[in-house]
T-cell receptor, first 111, second 112 residues
Framework: EDQVTQSPEALRLQEGESSSLNCSYT??????LFWYRQDPGKGPEFLFT???AGEEKEKERLKATLTKKESFLHITAPKPEDSATYLC????????????FGAGTRLFVKA | DGGITQSPKYLFRKEGQNVTLSCEQN?????MYWYRQDPGQGLRLIYY???????QKGDIAEGYSVSREKKESFPLTVTSAQKNPTAFYLC???????????FGSGTRLTVV
């Protein structure tokens, strides 16, 4: 069964304190791993898609990396406006390309 | 600007009533999805549609129904058969099956 586990559940950082969020996954034939950002009371906003191990993508202070078992979302010198819930999702070969979402990591950045 | 519009933002339903949540997109995306989000859980797939006049059940379709009569529209009906309908409902679309999703702003449904 395809599974996605995100850790930690919540992360509190000081402004400028770099850290990483983890997404561990089990999937039959990875077709894509996705990262989203979700602000309270709003829909998720697409950030990145990673397709194969070793791939990396960057956007401003965010960098996503992928191995065969997990993905990391690295946040460099975060600012308070980076506070949000970050969701990881995977899509495998089975189940009609169904996308499985993790429960998310809530990030709080204090000024 | 292109995007997905969900309405209403908040919805209150009495037990035993059916309600319909609206989802409209102007992105020319073929695929559309409905997810349910509950606190502490990942998004769970209710229904999805890859083309007009065709849709498939997701993991938690019981008590829900959908239609896809137009490419732009994918309404979700929460029926009285849904035992625990209070949740945040999200509609999404994508160009292809391997693409990231564009989400709407969500509808928060509360049963009173």
């Amino acid at each position: 069964e395809d599974q996605v586990t995100q850790s930690p559940e919540a992360l509190r950082l000081q402004e400028g304190e770099s850290s990483s969020l983890n997404c561990s996954y089990t999937v039959s034939g990875l077709r894509g791993l996705f990262w989203y950002r979700q602000d309270p009371g709003k829909g998720p906003e697409f950030l990145f898609t990673l397709y194969s191990a070793g791939e990396e993508k960057e956007k401003e202070r965010l960098k996503a990396t992928l191995t065969k078992k997990e993905s990391f979302l690295h946040i460099t010198a975060p600012k308070p406006e980076d506070s949000a819930t970050y969701l990881c999702a995977v899509q495998g070969n089975t189940g009609g390309f169904k996308t499985i979402f993790g429960a998310g990591t809530r990030l709080f950045v204090k000024a | 600007d292109g995007g997905i519009t969900q309405s209403p933002k908040y919805l209150f339903r009495k037990e035993g009533q059916n309600v319909t949540l609206s989802c409209e997109q102007n992105l020319n995306h073929d695929a559309m999805y409905w997810y349910r989000q509950d606190p502490g859980q990942g998004l769970r797939l209710i229904y999805y549609s890859q083309i007009v006049n065709d849709f498939q059940k997701g993991d938690i379709a019981e008590g829900y129904s959908v239609s896809r009569e137009k490419k732009e529209s994918f309404p979700l009906t929460v029926t009285s058969a849904q035992k625990n309908p209070t949740a945040f409902y999200l509609c999404a679309s994508s160009m292809g099956r391997r693409d990231g999703y564009t989400f709407g702003s969500g509808t928060r449904l509360t049963v009173v």
